[in-house]
Structures are given as C-alpha cells and as structure tokens.
C-alpha cells in the first residue's frame, strides 16, 4: 500500500480547495441568474424586485454565502478566490435589475444621460441651466466616453451599478487591508459592505463615482500619507500641559510610508483626485474634507496641509465654476436638527403597507449595521495599539446631517460613507477582539449575510414597481418628444419617468408632486398645471405613464381616481387635447390661448 | 526608459490617433476604454508603486476616469471640447506622468 505523505496532501488540499469552491461559488452565481429570465415585466408588487425573484435565485444566493464562509475558514485565505467570491457576489446584488429589464432603471440615470448628452451638443458650459452644470466634470468624462465608445448611453447605464458595485467593494477591502493585516478581517468586512448596502447610489452618477475617489483617497491618507503618534498619547500630553504636551505629541509623529518620494506621489494624487471630486460633486468634498481633517487634528495625517489644500480647492470651486449655483443656494447652514432629520426620515415614511415596510427595512438594515459595527467595536477595543481613524471616518459623516439636509437625502449619504467602517467593525465582531488565525463563526456570519441579503435587495430595489421601466415606456417618452417643441414645458406627474435624456436644455420641465400640496387634491392641483400651462409660450405637455401611477399609488401621494380628474378637468376647462399615442404613455397638450374656468 | 514606460508612452500617443481611423468598432470600443479607463491610472499607478494588487487596480481604473474627467471639463470650459481632443489630452497627459515618473527615477539613482 502506497502511504501519500501528509506534506503532499496538504499541499493538493490548498491547491485543490480553492479551485473547487471558486467552481462551487461560480455555479451557485449561474444557478442564481438562471431564472431571473422567468420574471416578468413590468414588476408590480408593493414589495418591489424581491417579490418577483424565482426560488433559484435565493437558493443560489444562500450557496454562495456558504461557499464564502467555507472559502474564508482556512488559515490563509486565497486572495483570489476570495475576490471572485466578492465579485459574484456583487454581480447577484448589483446586476440582477439589469438582467431583468434591459432598460436603466431610476428617472435620475436618464436624466444624467441627457446632461451629459446636452454638454456634448453645447461643447461648453451654461452654469445657468441648473446645478448640475455648476459640477460637470463628471458628466464631461461621461460625454468623452460616449462620443470615443460604441457603447450607447442606455448601455453605459445599465451597467453602471455593477462596475460601481465593485469598483466600492474592492474599495472597501483595500480601506481594510489599511487598517488591518488580517485577510479574514479584510474579505468579511467586504462581504459585510455588500450585504449592509441597501443605499440606492449605484446609479451612473457622479455620487457614485466620487465616492470610489473617496475610498482610494481614504487608502492614500491611512497607507502612505498616514503617521503615527509616538512617545505619549494625546491624553498624557495634554495632562502635561496643552501648550508644550501636545506640540510635542505633534512633533513627535511618524510617517507611515517611509518612502519620501511615495509619499509626495500619493499627496501629487490626493489632491488630483480631490480636485476631480470638487468638479463633479457637491457634497463628496466634504466628506473627504472632514475625512482628512479629522486624521489631521487626531495626529493620524502626516500631511497637516493637506485638508487646507482641499478646502481652498472647494472654495476656489464654489466661487468661480459654481458661484452661479451658490448665489441662491448657501452650501452649508446650520440647519433645526428635527428639520433636517425630518427631511431626511419623516417625509420618506408615507404610503401604502408594501413601500412603508420596505422604507422601514431600510431604516432597520442602517441600525442594525450601527448595531453590528458598535458591538465590533466594543469587542475589539481591547485591541493594541488602538486607532481611532475608523471610528472617526465611521462618525464623521453623520456630523454632516444636521448641516444640510441635502434635499431629504443626507442621511442616506452620510450612511454610505460611514458604511466601509460599519462593516469593519462589524466584520471584527464575527472574528473576536484579538488577532485570530482562524474564522470561528462560521454558521452565524453565514445567516447573518443570508439575511441581510434579502433586506438590502428588499431595500435597495423596494420601488422597483416604479423605478423601473419597461422598454415600451421608454420608447413612449420618445413620442413626447416628437409632440412637442422645443421650449415647451414638460410636465410629468411623478419623478418616475424616463425623460430627460435628450435635448436637456431645450425644454423647461415642472413635476406634479413636487409644484401641488400631498397628497394631491384634484381641483387644486388642477389650477396648478392650468397656470403653468398658460404661463408657457409654447404650452405644456402633461404626460402620464404606468410607473408615474405606480408611484403614486405606493407612496400615497394621491387616492385613486384623483388623477383621473385633474385630467378630465383639463380637457374640460383648460381645453386640454388627448394626443394619439402607442397606449404605453397618455399625453395631454394644453396650449396658453385656451381658456377655462 | 524602461520598456514598460516605453509601451505606455507609445499606446498614450498611439491611442488617439487610432480612434481618428475608421476601425471596427470592436477595436475602436477597445483602443477608447484602454486609453481613457487604463492607460492614465497606470502611469499613476506605477509612480504610487503600490505593493497591493486591489489598490494598483483602483487606481488604474479610478485614476483614468479622473484624468477623462479632468481633461473633459477643461476642455468644456475653453470651449474648444471634441471627444478626439479628449483623447489627445487624456494621452499626453499620459505620457507626460510616465516622463515625469521616469525623470523622477533618474535624478534619484544619480
């Protein structure tokens, strides 16, 4: 009998065993894409996208976590297996809409199209039409994509959320690796991130983009632009005395990186990418502003200068490229805290049981990953040295939401960015307070992902019912813009439309529910669209579609047949015309010369 | 120079003049996401030099977009924008990182 040297079997064992799980894992992914064919269009339930799934998906879902857990409980990861799992992962969360319905979903993809399209047709731009041409830069790379590329622009943002999705879990996982040497601590936290995402942001946007600078410059500031207190800590310095103890606790700081040239690369490249940031987004700067400022203040940035240079980049911004913007609009203001969280919690939670259970989980997923992240933190604060700098870029964010409320949306920003911290610590609370070679909590972290996978696809694709079209509609809008001339106004209903896409700057557009009280009294709202109508020279066009309904039947923002009378009031007072269409949209022309009571 | 900042120079120049001739559009959808998705991000990523894989790679890709970027909106606001300028723009800028690292490289093995 032939004795295999245990040498040799270990040996195959950690050759064998990675090809088998990546198989494993890659076969689950397949099993859990293979019958989303099945799924019809339009998607109508109250609970959106995770009602429509087949039972394989799940089931291929729940084996891909399985094969994770398995994949992370050796000794030494494999690296590569361990980012295909990742990735597949992402796929199944990020890219399953896009299997689904071969149109982008969200009225805001269409609409970034079209300012990307209106740059290209302008070849300059016109601060004056809107904020967003007071920040183009993204929409600028965008249109140079578009115009050197096949791709069509409906392509291009179809695929945004996936190429996203992993641009920001790779993101997470070399924010980690910053922070620990642990290949367990690293992979979990980045599967931790995936399932803990429900924020919808992974749109093609430059939010989304801007945040995958944050993450690398984030990494930069941690790895090679990062130092190291030594001698006596900051509390020992200041009972020393705050005028002699803390300058030399400052001085007494180390780089990380000891590399001089690779540190002036890696300050060379913050500030470039902090500079693109400051072009293309609004409210990203900031977050890497306090980022840095808070690595600076707590003796973590070996380059205290630097969130100077990012403020003076922010400001030179707001006041040359987006002062047109800024005349009317103050970037920062200290807003009543229960306004601000109000606009960003208390107005969101209306509608029918369905799209209040989904916004409800989505509020639970946040305090459960809060949760998560502050028993990680309880458990590893035992942990030595201790590093404040994920517990400050895990705070900091939030600190933004009393300042501006964002439009209703600074909370969910602010959860975004605190997010890859979240899942830090998170991650640690699976894997124990002191360094472990191996990953214990195998079953848990197992039903933990599982079941917060089915919340963040409940939460992250809950509207489905009306942030996703068909391409019927799609086609449909096309029909609007034959109708009507530029110039006109176009007015939609709800934001659930795929419009905008074209010809962006040549029409002038209102929304319903954002110009008429909620929910919507017909007879007011009625006056409303008459007055806009009449006020525009070349008319107005009121279009309907089945997600604008949909919207509003699941938010609650009107009762049913309330909409059907603000129309039979403007055909019968406003001397509104019903134009023939394909039946996928109704569009009503009101022209100014018509009057009516 | 070494032979990889050699290749890079070349494929940065290289690269917007193809986009000029009338390819396939296989190969013209290839020569564009080379030029404005990898190309810059490398030269960055080679003078940063990370030791991490994941990171080498997000600047690649990030790094490139925020050259497209950066090149796109200077264009836009001289009013002088085309995708073919772009492209120009996003390959010398390439090329002048790889130059600049390699100058770098030089002055400090002398």
């Known amino acids: ?597 | 120079m070494s032979t990889t900042s050699r290749i890079l120079v070349g494929a940065a120049l290289a690269a917007p003049l193809l986009l000029l001739m009338p390819l396939p559009a296989v190969i013209s959808g290839g020569v564009a996401l080379a030029l404005l998705g990898v190309l810059p991000g490398a030269a960055l990523s080679r003078a940063l030099a990370p030791d991490d894989p994941v990171l080498a790679v997000l600047v690649t890709v990030a790094g490139s977009v925020a050259v497209t970027i950066a090149v796109s909106t200077v264009l836009l606001y001289l009013r002088v924008w085309s995708g073919p300028a772009a492209a120009v723009g996003v390959g010398l800028i390439t090329a002048a990182i790889v130059l600049g690292c390699e100058r770098g490289r030089a002055r400090d093995l002398v």
């Open chain 1, 1 to 597: 009998m032939t004795v295999v040297p245990l040498r040799v079997l270990d040996v195959v064992h950690d050759r064998v065993r990675p090809v088998i799980l990546g198989a494993i894992g890659t076969a689950a992914a397949l099993l859990a894409v293979s019958g989303l064919s099945q799924v019809r269009l339009p998607i109508t339930s109250d609970y959106g996208l995770v009602a429509v799934l087949p039972p394989s998906f799940w089931w291929g879902l729940m084996a891909l976590h399985l094969v994770f857990v398995l994949a992370l409980a050796v000794r030494k990861p494999e690296p590569l297996l361990m980012a295909l799992l990742v990735a597949l992962l992402v796929v199944l969360l990020y890219a399953t809409p896009a299997l689904i319905d071969p149109v982008p979903r969200l009225e805001v993809s269409w609409r970034h199209l079209g300012i990307a399209d209106e740059l290209a047709r302008a070849r300059g731009v016109d601060p004056t039409i809107d904020a967003y041409f007071n920040w183009p830069g993204f929409f600028a790379g965008l249109a140079t994509f578009l115009d050197l590329t096949p791709f069509s622009p409906a392509q291009v943002a179809l695929v945004a959320p996936v190429l996203n999705g992993l641009l920001w879990v790779f993101g997470v996982v070399a924010v980690v690796s910053s922070l620990t040497p642990s290949r367990h601590h690293v992979w979990l936290a980045a599967w931790l991130f995936a399932v803990l995402n429900w924020i919808d942001q992974d749109y093609l946007s430059p939010q989304a983009f801007a945040f995958t600078l944050y993450l690398v410059v984030v990494v930069l500031l941690l790895r090679y632009l990062g130092a190291v207190p030594r001698g006596p800590s900051l509390r020992e310095a200041v009972r020393s005395g705050v005028r002699h103890g803390v300058p030399r606790w400052w001085q007494g700081r180390v780089p990380n990186e000891p590399d001089a040239r690779r540190r002036v690369t890696a300050l060379l490249l913050a500030v470039g990418l902090g500079a693109v940031m400051v072009v293309s987004h609004q409210l990203s700067p900031f977050m890497l502003l306090g980022a840095a400022t808070l690595l600076a203040l707590s003796g973590r940035l070996w380059v205290p200068h630097l969130p100077v240079l990012l403020g003076l980049l922010a400001v030179l911004w707001l006041t040359t490229g987006a002062s047109v913007y800024l005349a009317g609009h103050p970037v920062l203001f200290v807003q009543d805290v229960g306004q601000s969280t109000g606009a960003n919690v208390a107005q969101r939670v209306t509608g029918s049981p369905g799209h209040l259970l989904v916004v409800q989980l989505r509020v639970a997923l946040t305090a459960a990953a809060l949760a998560l992240a502050a028993l990680g933190w309880w458990r590893m604060r035992s942990r030595t040295p201790r590093d404040p700098r994920p517990t400050l870029l895990l705070v900091f964010p939030f600190a933004l939401v009393p300042v501006q409320s964002y439009g209703g949306e600074m909370l969910m920003r602010s959860t975004l960015f605190s997010l890859p911290f979240m899942a830090y610590y998170a991650a640690g609370l699976f894997l124990g307070g002191a360094r472990t070679r191996g990953f214990r909590a195998r079953p848990t972290v197992a039903l933990v992902a599982a079941a917060a996978s089915g919340v963040v696809l409940t939460g992250h694709y809950g509207n489905a019912a009306f942030d996703t079209f068909t391409p019927a509609e799609v086609r449909s809008v096309d029909r609007l813009y034959q109708v009507a001339p530029p110039g006109s106004l176009l007015v939609a209903v709800t934001h659930a439309s795929a419009w905008k896409a074209q010809d962006y700057a040549d029409y002038r557009y209102a929304v319903v529910t954002d110009d008429c009280a909620l929910p919507l009294d017909a007879r007011e709202c009625y006056r409303v669209v008459r007055d806009q109508a009449f006020e525009s020279s070349t008319g107005a066009f009121l279009f309907v579609t089945r997600a604008q309904e949909e919207s509003l039947r699941l938010r609650g923002d009107a009762a049913p047949g309330v909409l059907d009378e603000i129309e039979r009031l403007l055909v019968t007072r406003a001397g509104a015309r019903v134009l023939p269409t394909d039946g996928a949209i109704r569009i009503l022309r009101i022209d100014p010369q018509e009057q009516g009571p």
